[in-house]
Structure formats: C-alpha cells, structure tokens
C-alpha cells in the first residue's frame, strides 16, 4: 500500500498568514493527488484535484503544487474559515490511501 | 444537485452484521463509481470500498477485505455496505462518496460526499 504522509500534523497561525502543508508519497503517484478539508462536524469537502487544479467554488487563496512523491497544499492568506483539518488523498492506485490529516488552528 | 443520503447505522454487538445503504439523485448513478469512506471518532478519514459505475469491481482495503462487501442497484440508485464479523475499530462515521469523472475503471478520487450514517460497535 502507499504510505501519504502529512506534515505538519498541526499548526497554528494568524488571519493573513502564509501555511503551507506538506504531503509525501511512499512512492510516486504521479499527479493522482487530492487535497480536502474538513471542518469540525461537516462532510470533507474537495478543494484541489489532480494535484494542482481548484475545485469550482474555491477561493483562489488555496493552491496545489507537486508531482511524483512530494505534494504541498498553500493557504496564501489565511482566512478565519480556513480553520480546519486538511487531508490529502492519493488515488494512483488501490487501495486509496489519506494522509493522517493536518489540523490548522487559529493561534 | 448532488445529493447522498446513507441509512443503515446505529448500534450492534462485536461479531454482528450491518447493512448500510447509500440513495443517490442528482447525477446520473449508473454513470459513475461509488466509494466508502468513514472516520472513526476523533480520528482521520479512512477508505473503506469502492464499486465501479458498473458493479465490474470492487475493492477494499486488508482492514475490512473478506468481512465487508460493497454492492450497487442501478435501477434503485442505492449503493450498499455488507458490514460482517463487526469489531470495536470498525465503530465511524461512514460516508458515501461519488467518484470525480464518470465510466471510469481506473482508481479515481471522491468528489461529493453524503453526510454519513455513524455505526457503533459496543457489547
């Protein structure tokens, strides 16, 4: 199985701060990367796909870079609704397989 | 709009079945390939089950392979989860999930998630 894993496991930052959340594939999966978010009580929600590209309705703040085995999810400006656990998801092969998830908290 | 609405959860005995269902409207069901997800409580996402648009296949991971079964009614627009021999670790919130793109046979992502059905596994 691919190993996803996230860092960091939690942060803590300001509104209009820069993060940047980094996921590692135990092997390469080219750009079969998804990143989510989830917030406390709610479904997951998509906000990058195929590794790089902005799910309709995102605000463009979010952004996706990578391929192969290393993978970075960037918040440009941080938001108060930003707040909230963000996984990454790679879909190269089965079975699928989530980072641990890294929670984004307000400092 | 996408809608996805599970049933089935609740409480059962370790060793015990569950059945829990998935009705999907708003897409074309028959179109597109379903998954399971679910997240134990307080805990990160695990994929669980996913079943082609077709019903041609389906995998799982090792944690449920050969205890649980996913299976579809294209004519019900009705995803299923067979939950057999259920364990304490087994016990999360189980969603339903539709693939990204239509007829595809190759892994793809979840993009529309339902709001989950919670099963608890408890004596």
């Known amino acids: 199985d691919i190993q996803m894993t996230q860092s960091p496991s939690a942060v803590s930052a300001s509104v209009g701060d820069r993060v940047t959340i980094t996921c590692r594939a135990s092997?390469?999966?080219?750009?079969?990367l998804a990143w989510f978010q989830q917030k406390p009580g709610k479904v997951p929600k998509r906000l990058i796909y195929?590794?790089?590209s902005l799910q309709s309705g995102v605000p463009s703040r979010f952004s996706g870079s990578g391929s192969g085995t290393e993978f970075t999810l960037t918040i440009s400006s941080l938001q108060p609704e930003d707040f909230a656990t963000y996984y990454c998801?790679?879909?190269?092969?089965?079975?699928?397989?989530f980072g641990q998830g890294t929670r984004l908290e307000i400092k | 709009q996408v809608q996805l609405v599970e049933s089935g959860g609740g409480v059962v005995q370790p060793g015990r079945s569950l059945r829990l269902s998935c009705a999907a409207s708003?897409?074309?069901?028959?179109?597109?390939?379903i998954h399971w997800v679910r997240q134990a409580p307080g805990k990160g996402l695990e994929w669980v089950a996913v079943?082609?648009?077709?019903?041609?296949?389906?995998y799982y991971p090792d944690s449920v392979k050969g205890r649980f079964t996913i299976s579809r009614d294209n004519s019900k627009n009705t995803l299923y989860l067979q939950m057999n021999s259920l364990r304490a670790e087994d016990a999360a919130v189980y969603y339903c999930?539709?693939?990204?793109?239509?007829?595809?046979?190759?892994?793809?992502?979840?993009?529309?998630w339902g709001q989950g059905t919670l099963v608890t596994v408890s004596s």
């Open positions: 092997q390469g999966i080219s750009n079969y």
């Open positions: 999930a539709k693939d990204a793109l239509p007829g595809t046979l190759t892994p793809d992502e979840p993009s529309d």
């Open positions: 708003g897409f074309t069901f028959s179109n597109y390939g």
């Open positions: 998801l790679q879909h190269n092969i089965y079975p699928l397989t």
């Open positions: 079943i082609t648009y077709d019903g041609s296949n389906k």
């Open positions: 195929a590794a790089s």
